[in-house]
């Protein structure tokens, strides 16, 4: 029925780079992104990510319209600068570009200088622009570049503060606090690049209406030149961290995502060894504690197949961690067109002695087809695998972003040794709820009259 | 003084045309400044054109692909979005072989900077012949332009046109860049116009009967056309064409063989019906099916238009029979409570009234995003005095009327959902709603349903705030005056304001 496709992108698994900027910026104290560009960027980030968080989100645009495109939008960056300004107050506005804005080559440095300089006499917020062509990569690289821009503008050489900073990625709120928690237990003092842990997940009230009073601050982005060392648990989100090495001496250690327990070794261990670190008790006891529950695990896992796809760093940590469990990674896609995504699954698979095929650079369509070709009994990825998983009739676990059909998306908690042990529960209970009977025991696909009764009317399709 | 300066606009004065207090003393031309360009930094609500085209208009329709020129982003967010279900039926009686196609599937060209340097036309073209290998199901292909793509003048007209001949399929190209007109409105209207010249009068129905209708402006948002089709069924109506909800490509080629068309969204697609009024001389009218008494009214209209008005008095007593009841009783609990609705545009005029007079509640607020002066007309027609009715608010705007208002629900979007439970108000969706449909007699008793329940929930009741308002000016604004010198600002916000309903460029 299909032929290997080669020239478009068909359900994509990758969103545009001032996505990436957005969601990075959500963690960064009193801060209002701005996107320049036509009006519907915004919204439809706005709307993506509402609809995941269940949360107001709040980014402003610069609303360009036709005549604007032909003259240039000086007029309408100045105009929003002005009004974001007078309106919300924020500390900071990060301007993004768009497709539309890099298409007609704007001089969005040159416009914000002049908006500077018109308002010399007044208190303006810091203006940092940040170039994310939509047409170059993916949102992954605008996070990155987002990043690197608040550390370009901001970070400061002073004294020595015996910190560490963790550039986290696009994870979830629940994921950043358990990063913070671990290092808490370290006793590991750091500046969290940036911090969403709190401002997608706060207790009702009105003041949630205002710019996020949490987050990361401008002093503590500021403070990243003075670090001991910057943990970037995403590869692909490392650029602030090279930075900070060549510019300041900042030691920088790229990933990997701590999934699982080798992975949450390697992190711990950075961490130990930047800060000259013991590891606690609580934290040996958590690692048990994992170690535990995936023995307890493994019958329900053991041999299953699983089918990951999101960003290329949760992939490939979710490709580790599920080998760990005994379970073997047949289909692994990721939007980003990555070498390092590649390199991470080969040395993953020559490790784990799998194969699974890898998408770099894939979309849902291509991964839909691997899994009609290789199998797989369970989907680890976002809401878009839910029609994929019914009609192959298997789980679909959601991890990732975005997950606009269930609730609780900040929630989800799958990095260090705790977040493993949910994982773990959670998935293990689902594959308990598609494949085993409610005595616990395993339902046989191809015996069981279900799928004789399906198999006879379904015959003639494909 | 018709027209309010709301606390949180003092900074922006000019969004005070497009806040309006209906008096009743007022001139008929009073209503909020609307259509007009988005304000930058305003915190606006709007989409965009292209969000317009493929979002509203061609999504719906079952069995045609869409190939999005576009870097991944609009096509990342143009899928997937919305609520129309479609069923396999086809006209010709077969079935479309895959479930609700129109949701399940796009396509991109996932533009590159090279694309953008060089032009993106040969990648459009081998993805639209890939769109043909790929699904060769699809009965037609549709394709769009967007920001890049409009910035750069790829011809898609062009690639359209050659791309028809060389697949014998119809390829259909829409171009509306995001950036074009003021808001979504745009795309829509693009689409009807695309639609009309490029498919309408091409084809002819299987079979035609007297009483054949188009339906135009039903997107069948969880499933309320079908509601409407089965009242008129069972009148022995026929819906020759719908437009565009649950709908195949060719039902739009036939739209001119229909002796009326019946508009039921009035903002998105009258232009359609206008078109194949005049050229083929169809005549249509308004149709509302929200709430018992305007869909009653409704389907008398059409059927004394064919002579069928025994058949409408049957639908109607038959469903009041069913509905009334259950009707009483949502009228009594929801009696007196304050309502703010904040739609995409006409739902704030057909759901205004039937709440007050059939469920005894109380309109404070009406908004929209994208209307033009006839829909603010008729807005300001159906509500009493006192109420405000704004043209593209803000969330910060949003917030004050809640707090002014007091309204204890609001009908609005899943950006705006959220923001209403911070401040302790449930909201229903209305773009895509909750439990629908919401159309017809079933259908309002549902929206009813779920008004109550929302409403009646006990978690509003654990909610815990501070009895100090929050101040405007005070927390949020401040005392800057900023300056944008040496540009043209108002010559750009004189032109804002001459911009014609619903202009095409």
Redesign the interface.
Same mark, same amino acid.
């Given at each position: 029925m299909h032929q290997n496709k080669k020239f478009s992108v068909i359900n994509p698994s990758k969103m545009c780079q001032p996505m990436g900027a957005v969601q990075a910026l959500l963690g960064v104290n009193d801060t209002m992104p701005l996107i320049h560009g036509s009006q519907g960027c915004g919204t439809y980030m706005r709307f993506q990510l509402t609809r995941h968080f269940r949360e107001p989100i709040e980014v402003a645009s610069t609303s360009m319209s036709e005549k604007t495109v032909i003259y240039g939008g000086e007029f309408n960056l100045m105009k929003a600068l002005k009004n974001v300004t007078e309106k919300q107050s924020p500390s900071i506005i990060a301007v993004t570009s768009s497709c539309l804005t890099e298409t007609i080559g704007e001089d969005m440095e040159g416009i914000i200088e002049k908006f500077k300089e018109a308002n010399l006499d007044q208190d303006l917020p810091i203006i940092i622009p940040i170039s994310t062509p939509s047409y170059v990569e993916s949102h992954v690289e605008g996070y990155n570049r987002t990043i690197k821009a608040l550390v370009e503008h901001l970070a400061v050489k002073s004294v020595g503060n015996e910190k560490i900073n963790i550039i986290t990625g696009n994870i979830s709120p629940a994921d950043v606090r358990e990063v913070k928690n671990i290092l808490s237990d370290l006793n590991c003092e750091n500046i969290i690049l940036t911090d969403t842990s709190k401002n997608l997940d706060a207790p009702l009230s009105e003041s949630a209406l205002d710019l996020y009073k949490d987050g990361t601050t401008i002093e503590e982005i500021e403070d990243t030149a003075n670090s001991l060392g910057t943990i970037a648990l995403s590869k692909h989100m490392d650029s602030a961290a090279i930075y900070l090495e060549k510019q300041f001496g900042v030691k920088s250690i790229s990933g990997p995502l701590p999934l699982g327990i080798e992975n949450t070794d390697k992190f711990i261990g950075s961490v130990c060894k930047l800060g000259e670190l013991e590891v606690p008790e609580t934290i040996k006891r958590d690692r048990g504690r994992l170690i535990d529950a995936m023995v307890d695990a493994h019958s329900y896992n053991y041999h299953r197949k699983v089918a990951i796809f999101g960003d290329p760093d949760f992939v490939s940590g979710m490709t580790r961690f599920t080998c760990e469990m005994g379970m073997i990674p047949s289909v692994v896609c990721t939007g980003t067109k990555s070498k390092r995504f590649i390199e991470d699954i080969q040395i993953i698979s020559d490790e784990k002695k799998v194969s699974p095929v890898i998408l770099a650079g894939g979309d849902l369509y291509d991964m839909h087809r691997e899994i009609k070709e290789v199998g797989a009994d369970i989907l680890v990825g976002n809401s878009y695998g839910a029609s994929m998983a019914k009609e192959e009739d298997i789980p679909l676990f959601r991890v990732g972003f975005p997950i606009f059909d269930r609730l609780g998306a900040q929630r989800i908690f799958t990095l260090g040794y705790k977040g493993g042990i949910n994982f773990v529960d959670q998935l293990t209970n689902t594959m308990l709820d598609y494949y085993y009977d409610e005595a616990g025991y395993e339902v046989s696909g191809d015996e069981s009259e279900e799928t004789i009764f399906e198999g006879y009317f379904a015959g003639e399709e494909v | 003084m018709p027209y309010k300066l709301l606390e949180?606009d003092k900074?922006?004065p000019e969004r005070k045309n497009h806040v309006y207090v209906k008096h009743c003393s007022d001139p008929e031309d009073h209503i909020p400044n609307c259509n007009t &360009?988005?304000?930058?930094?305003?915190?606006?609500?709007?989409?965009?054109?292209?969000?317009g085209v493929k979002g509203v208009i061609t999504g719906a329709i079952k069995d045609v692909i869409h190939?999005v020129h576009?870097?991944?982003? $609009?096509? @990342?967010?143009g !899928?997937?979005?919305k609520r129309y279900p479609t069923s396999p039926d086809l006209p010709n009686g077969e079935k479309f072989p895959i479930e609700n196609f129109n949701? &399940?599937?796009?396509?991109?060209?996932?533009?590159?900077?090279s694309?953008?340097v060089f032009g993106g036309i040969k990648?459009l073209r081998?993805?639209i012949i %890939?769109?043909h290998?790929?699904f060769p199901e699809a009965n037609a292909i549709y394709t769009y332009s967007? $920001?890049?793509v409009?910035?750069?003048g790829d011809d898609m007209d062009a690639i359209a046109k050659e791309l028809t001949e060389e697949l014998g399929k119809k390829v259909v190209a829409f171009n509306a860049?995001?950036? $074009?007109?003021? @808001?979504?409105s745009k795309g829509h209207h693009v689409g009807n116009l695309t639609l009309f010249e490029n498919l309408v009068g091409t084809k002819e129905p299987p079979s035609t009967t007297p009483y054949d209708v188009n339906l135009i402006g039903e997107y069948n948002i969880d499933g309320d056309l079908w509601v409407i089709k089965e009242y008129l069924d069972e009148m022995g109506i026929n819906l020759l064409s719908k437009f565009t909800g649950d709908c195949s490509h060719d039902e739009i080629c036939w739209m001119h063989r229909a002796k009326l068309s019946l508009v039921r969204c009035q903002r998105s697609a009258t232009y359609i019906a206008d078109l194949i009024e005049e050229k083929y001389g169809v005549p249509y009218i308004k149709v509302d099916f929200f709430s018992t008494k305007y869909c009653s009214e409704n389907l008398r209209t059409i059927g004394k238009y064919f002579g069928l008005e025994k058949e409408a008095e049957k639908v109607i007593e038959e469903r009041m029979a069913k509905v009334g009841p259950e009707l009483e009783f949502y009228k009594d609990k929801l009696q007196g409570k304050r309502v703010f609705i904040f739609s995409g545009g006409p739902k704030s005029y057909h759901l205004s009234k039937p709440l007050e007079e059939e469920l005894g509640m109380e309109t404070v607020a009406v908004a929209s995003q994208f209307e033009h002066k006839d829909g603010y007309k008729k807005m300001k027609d159906r509500v009493n005095d006192g109420t405000i009715i704004l043209d593209d608010p803000n @969330?910060?705007e949003f %917030?004050e009327i809640i707090e002014e208002y007091k309204p204890d629900l609001i009908l609005a979007g899943?950006?705006e959902? !959220?923001?209403a439970?911070? +401040?302790?108000v449930p909201c229903i969706l209305i773009h895509s709603y909750e439990n629908g449909p919401y159309m017809g007699f079933e259908g309002f008793v549902n929206l009813a349903k779920d008004m109550y329940s929302y409403i009646y929930n006990p978690v509003w009741r654990m +909610?815990e705030?501070?009895d100090e308002p929050?101040e405007y000016g005070v %927390?949020?604004?401040?005392d800057?005056?900023?300056? $944008?010198?040496?540009?043209?600002?108002d010559l750009?916000s004189k032109?804002q304001n001459k911009q014609p309903d619903g202009e095409v460029?």
């Open positions: - | 949180v900074e922006i &360009k988005t304000i930058p930094g305003s915190m606006s609500e709007r989409g965009c054109a292209f969000a190939v576009s870097p991944i982003g $609009c096509t @990342s967010y !899928y997937g979005t949701l &399940k599937y796009i396509l991109g060209t996932d533009l590159q900077e694309d953008v990648k081998q993805s %890939e769109a290998k790929e967007t $920001c890049t409009g910035l750069i860049p995001g950036f $074009c007109g003021p @808001s979504q @969330s910060l %917030e899943v950006k959902k !959220y923001l439970h911070k +401040l302790g +909610l705030f501070e929050t %927390e949020k604004g401040l800057k005056q900023l300056n $944008c010198d040496g540009l043209k600002e750009e032109d460029a």
